[in-house]
């Protein structure tokens, strides 16, 4: 049986990377696999300091933003992690599972602890396994995401095979990483060799989902770029992060690849490149951004989805983890 698990975190500033490199291919995944969980990561998130009034905000936004762009939450579980405890118990043990070595070796936790590891938190650290719990808790065997996850899925593996071996049972399936689109890793408006993040200081390093018409026009308008015309095959984007970084958006918003784009704009500047991308931005993501607005001023109905979401999650991750407790040889009623 195949089963797709994924996740985003509620940490503000929903992007354009978030859309382009995750919730927008879910979309079409859900035609494809029958039986799919999009989770909202509150866990996760409070891996480093979130304060609490907006981190249900911004749970209801990402929940917003998942339906709004096209998943319907009837024939998809769509809901919050923390309303489904048995990914925090099967954290635990993975815990115990996992290595030091292994999560020594996570290149995500160095970038996010920066130079002052001493002070983040243990939950920063020991991510990774939370996420092999969010996977496994349904034994999902694909997981879409952006490039940058690639490492910590290849961990959910290791954990996986170290727990079969372990307790001497094929138990938890090997996940696939499912990385696609044309968008899989959407870099920075103002440096094209880091990755458009939520965590950004800089806001016009981003396209927000909750930006106005004008916003977006005037972070594109202000693109870090170089002064060369766009050139008309790919290799001549190779050294040009910047400019390969908006012909990627273009790309992955007009449903094409770069090639095409650079048939239509090799040769001319950027003058008339970045109107043209700023046009369709707003083409492609107004339609979304109402909706999302629209259910953003219906909190009732976001919250019941989210919840309805959880009691369905729940009764299929409670029987897998009632398998693990007794491979464990934890005693149940
Ligand atoms: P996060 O913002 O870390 O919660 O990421 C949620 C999803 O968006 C994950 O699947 C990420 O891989 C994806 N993602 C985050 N940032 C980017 C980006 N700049 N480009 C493409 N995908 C991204
Ligand atoms: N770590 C992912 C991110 O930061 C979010 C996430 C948490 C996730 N659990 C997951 C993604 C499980 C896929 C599957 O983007």
Do not use: N
């Given at each position: 049986m195949k089963r797709i698990f994924s996740g985003v975190q509620p940490t503000g500033n929903l992007h354009l990377g978030n859309y382009l490199g995750a919730i927008r291919n879910w979309v079409h995944l859900q035609d494809e696999f029958e039986d799919c969980l999009f989770c909202v990561v509150d866990l996760h998130a409070i891996t480093v300091w979130q304060e609490p009034k907006d981190l249900v905000a911004n749970t209801r936004e990402v929940a917003a933003a998942m339906i709004a762009a096209g998943i319907d939450p009837k024939r998809n579980v769509i809901f919050n992690q923390s309303q489904v405890s048995a990914h925090a118990e099967l954290a635990w043990i993975f815990n115990c599972v996992a290595r030091l070595g292994w999560l020594d070796r996570m290149t995500q936790f160095k970038e996010k602890a920066?130079?002052?590891?001493?002070?983040?938190?243990v939950g920063l650290y020991a991510y990774p396994n939370l996420m092999a719990a969010d996977i496994l808790a349904?034994?999902?065997?694909h997981v879409p995401v952006g490039e940058d996850q690639k490492q910590h899925l290849e961990l959910v593996r290791d954990i996986a095979q170290k727990f079969n071996h372990d307790y001497g049972q094929e138990f938890f399936p090997q996940v696939e990483p499912l990385i696609f689109g044309t968008a899989t890793r959407v870099m920075s408006l103002k440096d094209g060799s880091s990755k458009m993040s939520k965590s950004d200081s800089s806001d016009n390093s981003r396209i927000n989902m909750t930006d106005d018409i004008d916003g977006i026009a005037r972070k594109i308008k202000k693109a870090k770029t170089d002064p060369e015309p766009l050139p008309s095959e790919a290799q001549g984007l190779d050294g040009r992060p910047e400019a390969a970084n908006l012909v990627g958006i273009y790309a992955a918003l007009a449903d094409t690849d770069v090639e095409a784009v650079l048939g239509e704009f090799g040769g001319q500047g950027f003058g008339a490149f970045k109107p043209a991308l700023a046009d369709l931005a707003v083409s492609k993501l107004s339609p979304v951004q109402d909706e999302m607005r629209r259910l953003m001023d219906d909190v009732a109905h976001v919250d019941n989805v989210l919840h309805a979401g959880a009691e369905r999650a729940n009764d299929l991750a409670a029987s897998i983890l009632e398998e693990v407790q007794d491979l464990v040889g934890f005693l149940r009623p």
């Open positions: 920066g130079k002052d590891k001493e002070r983040a938190s349904y034994k999902a065997t």
